[in-house]
């Protein structure tokens, strides 16, 4: 199992449960523990890693190093298929991961339109202030993506 620093913390409640409450569920895995677990699996194992043809959009976060490109088909104001590739924190890799399981399919607008609560509502925690811009990376990119396509750019 990783420990704080491995997941690119450096304080162990810069991971909390929504509500912040942490108690016991099924076997005695805390809940916060899952989550954990559910982005640890997303960076181990990340969905949608790789090039796609199509739209292309990188950013980087220039206070950590976290980088991301973004690859995406949008056909009639909706997200046909997506992928990604970068470096960077758990954190920053597994929430592009679990994005663009969720954003298959949806209309340009409704992605847009999702912010930080959505985020933290995927991963299912509360991150710390110091880890926010890890956690957007992904979606900051693919709403950058997103806009240039309907404002004509792309």
Request: aromatic letters at 6%; one cysteine or more; hydrophobic letters at 35%.
């Amino acid at each position: 199992m990783m420990n704080a620093q491995a997941l690119g913390t450096s304080k162990s409640d810069d991971f909390k449960p929504q509500n912040s409450k942490s108690f016991e569920t099924f076997e005695g895995i805390e809940i916060d523990q899952m989550y954990r677990e559910h982005i640890l699996d997303h960076y181990r194992n990340p969905r949608n890693k790789g090039k796609l043809q199509g739209l292309h959009f990188h950013d980087k976060n220039p206070l950590c190093g976290d980088e991301i490109d973004i690859y995406a088909l949008v056909q009639d104001g909706t997200l046909r298929n997506i992928s990604f590739e970068g470096n960077g924190c758990a954190v920053s890799q597994a929430s592009a991961s679990i994005l663009t399981e969720y954003v298959k399919g949806k209309k340009a607008d409704e992605i847009t339109s999702m912010g930080r609560e959505e985020m933290e509502e995927l991963l299912g925690i509360t991150v710390s202030v110091m880890r926010v811009k890890c956690m957007m990376l992904a979606l900051v990119a693919l709403k950058k993506l997103l806009r240039g396509v309907t404002n004509g750019h792309a």
